[in-house]
């Protein structure tokens, strides 16, 4: 069975994202060219970021990128400063409870995901991510 390349848990075979943290499967894309692509997209964040260091959104871009190529204290810090700009946005609460987890500071991964929980009760992501954190 396939795994996420984001957090390593088994996946579908024929899955376009990953149920436990919401990454995106590559679908026969040769690894160096997804890691290529990666790579584009957190260069131009970066310039996103440095011409308008308060948009959230570009942060919250930039996370993105850094966590799938694996940088889990990039990822971690823009995040941060996501839920800081924007204490109301959800899905960087949960995505920085991801990367807390994989930095092994369990504590504040659950408090972030209890947060996106609080915000978005109805999130089946959130809740499983929640469920998960608990048991570590």
């Known amino acids: 069975m396939p795994k996420c390349p ?9 899955a376009r994202f990953c149920s436990a943290c919401g990454a995106r499967i590559a679908e026969g894309e040769d690894h160096e060219e997804a890691s290529q692509a990666v790579q584009d997209m957190a260069l ?15 942060r919250y871009s930039l996370g993105l990128a850094r966590l799938y190529e ?17 204490p109301d946005f959800a899905d ?3 995505n920085l409870a991801v990367v807390l987890a994989k930095l092994d500071q369990f504590e504040q991964a659950r408090e972030h995901i209890s947060m996106a929980v609080s915000l978005s009760p109805g999130s089946s992501r959130f ?4 469920k998960q954190l608990a048991d570590l």
Request: proline share 4%; glycine share 6%.
């Open 70 to 86: 694996g940088n889990w204290g990039a990822a971690a810090e823009q995040f941060q400063r996501v839920v800081a700009l924007a």
């Open 44 to 58: 131009e964040y970066e310039a996103m970021v440095r011409e308008h260091p308060d948009d959230a959104d570009a």
């Open 127 to 130: 809740r499983r991510l929640q």
């Open 92 to 94: 960087a609460h949960a």
């Open 6 to 14: 984001v957090c390593g848990r088994a996946v579908e075979p024929d």
